[in-house]
Nanobody, 114 residues
Framework: QGQLVESGGGVVQSGGSLRISCEAP????????MSWWRQAPGKQREFVAA???????TYTDDVKGRFTISRDNSKKMLYLQMTSLKPEDTARYYC????????WGQGTQVTVSS
């Protein structure tokens, strides 16, 4: 753990927006697939969105139309733009890099009030 660093979490009202970021060294950022996962208290960690080195994007149905995943190759940064946030989106969000091995960050907390 600690090979990736997430930031940008905070407290927002329902219907609001927030952008979280993930910073990684080149060797990690260059892996075939980067993704965002989240975990709420008492629940299993679940997949949110992913983007491959070629730009292919995948979202879980719960966030389609509301969240946007993107990457800046020059800055070696991964982003998740969240809009129309709901209380059910409240969770700790984690960045993940996947190749022959896995890389994880410590997560950033996102809390959506009603």
């Amino acid at each position: 753990q600690g090979q990736l660093v997430e930031s940008g979490g905070g407290v927002v009202q329902s219907g609001g927006s927030l952008r979280i970021s993930c910073e990684a060294p080149g060797i990690v950022f260059s892996v075939p697939r980067m993704s965002w996962w989240r975990q709420a208290p008492g629940k299993q960690r679940e997949f949110v969105a992913a983007i491959t080195s070629g730009g292919v994007i995948t979202y879980t149905d719960d966030v389609k139309g509301r969240f946007t995943i993107s990457r800046d190759n020059s800055k070696k940064m991964l982003y998740l733009q969240m809009t129309s946030l709901k209380p059910e989106d409240t969770a700790r969000y984690y960045c993940r890099g996947t190749s022959s091995r896995e890389y994880w960050g410590q997560g950033t907390q996102v809390t959506v009030s009603s």
